[in-house]
């Protein structure tokens, strides 16, 4: 891709009526690179990311995935080009393990149709001890805990073999012993997986270190401060602050 873009916004709008949820937003994502979408509530994170992984249809812009224009595709057909994402609310299927959880994104992600049954349990399985669920593997859904849920779902889409990952709100609803846990975890899969990412948070801590995106509408505090501040991907630490 040219300049190792691999997703790329254009003028993207997001309208329900009269409400501009998403207006006019632009940006790139280089492939390997972590982002963080910030904004308020009701700022358009999570409307963006229905846009750009089909969810919701684009009122206005284009989205070009490996130099593909994704803007008309289906949710699944995106999925299966190796763009995916985590949901804000956890959606577990219930009254499945999590083994079964994980095999269905497994199953039914980039060109894994046609792969069999025997190799879809088998990457699952490699999945869920990469994200450290081994022991947890046989348990149904509603027998584990909030963190281990978020972190099933994170394998699920792992297993779907993405390029680059929609993390929605994944930190919501944890501690602070567990965001540390999580973002070591995604850091990790990131490395071992040449994964993009994309964080949609509220908390700072988990997208200090990434490169940092206003999400729209934006208060005049929000695109000063984003516009300011760039960090270092290695260390964390702000760069420059002007």
Not at 33 to 38: K, Q
Not at 116 to 135: C, D, F, H, P, Q
Not at 223 to 235: D, E, G, H, Q, R
Request: charged content about 25%.
């Amino acid at each position: 891709e040219e300049n190792n873009i691999i997703l790329k916004i254009e003028s993207l709008s997001k309208h329900f009526g009269a409400l501009k949820a998403v207006d006019d937003v632009s940006f790139e994502v280089k492939k390997g690179e972590i982002i963080g979408l910030i904004g308020p509530n009701g700022a358009g994170k999570t409307t963006l990311t229905n846009v750009a992984t089909g969810t919701y249809p684009k009122t206005e812009g284009k989205i070009f995935f490996k130099d593909l224009d994704i803007s008309n595709l289906k949710p699944y057909q995106i999925a299966r080009m190796g763009l995916t994402r985590t949901y804000q609310v956890v959606k577990p299927l219930i009254g499945m393990t999590v083994e079964e959880n994980v095999l269905v994104g497994s199953l039914f992600g980039k060109d894994n149709r046609d792969s069999g049954m025997k190799n879809a349990s088998k990457r699952a399985r490699e999945i869920i001890k990469l994200v450290g669920l081994e022991s947890k593997k046989d348990l149904l859904v509603s027998d584990i805990t909030l963190p281990d849920i978020k972190k099933m779902e994170f394998a699920r889409v792992l297993a779907m073999e993405p390029e680059v990952v929609f993390l929605d709100e994944v930190m919501a609803g944890l501690n602070p012993t567990e965001v540390e846990e999580t973002s070591i975890l995604v850091k990790k899969v990131r490395q071992e997986k040449e994964l993009t990412i994309i964080y949609i948070e509220h908390i700072m801590k988990a997208v200090m270190g990434p490169k940092i995106v206003p999400a729209p509408p934006m208060s005049i505090i929000t695109i000063v401060l984003t516009a300011i501040i760039t960090s270092k991907t290695s260390s964390g630490a702000i760069k420059d602050i002007q």
